[in-house]
């Protein structure tokens, strides 16, 4: 199972990005998919998750700013990143609560990491 992040990159404060992360592989249900960050010298953060349906939670600083919403069918999940920070900036991370085929129990799965910068 993989999990493939893309779309960080450099921004203004005050842009937006869209990030989107796709798991692949020998999966046989996807339940909780979500966003995490960490910036230098600092732990990671949960930012926004969501549910296989359609359940969403996020992290009081990203509330009104960041829209996170799925694809099931792709095994896609995607953040929306409006009115972008200084503060926002992070290597944003995403991961998958799946069951992979064969398997009984679920797994949490991380992807490799998006940068995400953004300027003031």
């Known amino acids: 199972v993989q999990l493939q992040a893309f779309g960080g990159g450099l921004v203004q404060a005050g842009g937006s990005l869209r990030l989107s992360c796709a798991a692949s592989g020998s999966i046989f249900s996807v339940n909780k998919m979500g966003w995490y960050r960490q910036a230098p010298g600092k732990q990671r953060e949960l930012v926004a998750g969501?549910?296989?349906?359609?359940?969403?939670n996020y992290a009081d600083s990203v509330k009104g700013r960041f829209t996170i919403s799925r694809d099931n069918a792709k095994n896609t999940v995607y953040l929306q990143m409006d009115s972008l920070k200084p503060e926002d900036a992070a290597v944003y991370y995403c991961a998958a609560l799946l069951v992979v085929h064969a398997a009984d129990y679920e797994t949490d799965y991380w992807g490799q990491g998006t940068l995400v910068t953004v300027s003031s």
């Open positions: 969501i549910t296989s349906g359609g359940s969403t």
